[in-house]
């Protein structure tokens, strides 16, 4: 817990709230925006990098299996729950309203329920540097749901550029599984779809409260489920310590703090352009698997993901467009939340 607490002192430190009453300093132009977004979700995805070695370690292998994958969905949101009820009560965060919910039960469903529970699935057949390359195809699931949500148009060289990357994340895991698409696959597919849609609803709500309310509220609201099942599926059995530390980590960090600079990321920085960062991830999960996994350093998985880390700097050269107003809200409903 005191980990927790410095983190999120560090994190109030650096990027303070905004609140929805808050008019942008016309000084800041949308290059300023948008540079700033691209960091902070660069923040993100270093949190967001180890979530994969260390849900392994949570969830163990199918050889020497850990905490149950059902148990690590439910228990990391349940215990971030707790954080966040006491983060909301203490900036006086007023209840969201009836849209509001709407936005925050998607979002839920995606990066709550759907990204971590086949996440976990699939860790228990494959190592976390498969799922790390496999996982790059997060960033272009994200954009086209952010482009199909907020009408936006980015250009036909950003397409090319971000599909270049999801062809070569398709081709490495067809080849790492000889020539076919696994199980694990489809578990990994599944849960890049979930985080893709939870993303952007959580991206449409940061326009109009602090990123970190939004994921507060997202853990607060899904508590009636997780809190429930994460009592049911406690382990019967003692696990492994190292079990113990891989869900501490994915419960303060993976599940909430991370999302602090990520949500406001998206809403500074454009959730299409800024959903391109997460191509680095795959890389950063797989120097992160070394020395939490043990796990070796594949030439092969490095030279996959090099090359789709490649499309990140391509792809940020051009241009991504404009969101076409992001999806409107009543100004009553805009200036609710504080």
Not at 250 to 261: D, H, P
Request: with cysteine; aromatic share 10%.
């Amino acid at each position: 817990m005191g980990a927790a607490c410095f983190a999120l002192n560090a994190l109030r430190t650096h990027f303070p709230p905004m609140n929805a009453s808050e008019t942008p300093d016309p000084a800041a132009s949308n290059a300023d925006r948008e540079r700033r977004g691209l960091w902070l979700g660069l923040v993100g995805v270093a949190v967001f990098a180890a979530t994969l070695p260390m849900t392994r370690l949570a969830v163990g292998d199918a050889s020497a299996p850990a905490l149950s994958p059902i148990f690590v969905t439910a228990g990391r949101a349940a215990f971030a729950a707790v954080l966040s009820a006491i983060y909301l009560a203490a900036v006086g965060a007023r209840w969201p309203n009836a849209r509001q919910r709407r936005l925050l039960f998607v979002s839920a469903c995606g990066t709550v329920i759907g990204f971590p529970l086949f996440l976990a699935l699939a860790l228990r057949s494959v190592d976390a540097m498969h799922a790390a390359v496999v996982t790059g195809l997060l960033p272009l699931a994200t954009a086209v749901a952010a482009a199909v949500r907020f009408r936006q148009r980015p250009s036909t060289g950003f397409w090319i550029a971000a599909v270049a990357g999801a062809a070569l994340v398709v081709a490495f895991a067809a080849w790492k599984g000889a020539g076919t698409l696994t199980a694990a696959d489809g578990w990994l597919f599944a849960s890049m779809s979930s985080a893709a849609i939870g993303y952007v609803a959580g991206a449409e709500l940061a326009a109009e409260m602090p990123g970190e309310r939004v994921v507060s509220w997202v853990l607060v609201l899904s508590a009636p489920l997780t809190v429930p099942l994460a009592w049911t599926f406690w382990p019967a059995a003692a696990v492994p310590l190292s079990a113990w530390a891989g869900f501490a980590y994915v419960t303060v960090f993976s599940m909430w703090l991370g999302f602090f600079a990520w949500y406001r990321a998206l809403a500074e920085g454009g959730a299409v352009r800024v959903s391109q960062i997460q191509l680095v991830q795959p890389f950063l999960a797989m120097v992160f698997a070394v020395p939490l996994l043990g796990e070796r350093l594949d030439p092969a998985a490095i030279a996959f993901a090099a090359a789709v880390v490649a499309t990140v700097f391509i792809g940020r050269s051009m241009p991504a467009g404009r969101p076409a107003a992001i999806i409107a809200a009543p100004e009553a409903s805009r200036a609710t939340p504080r």
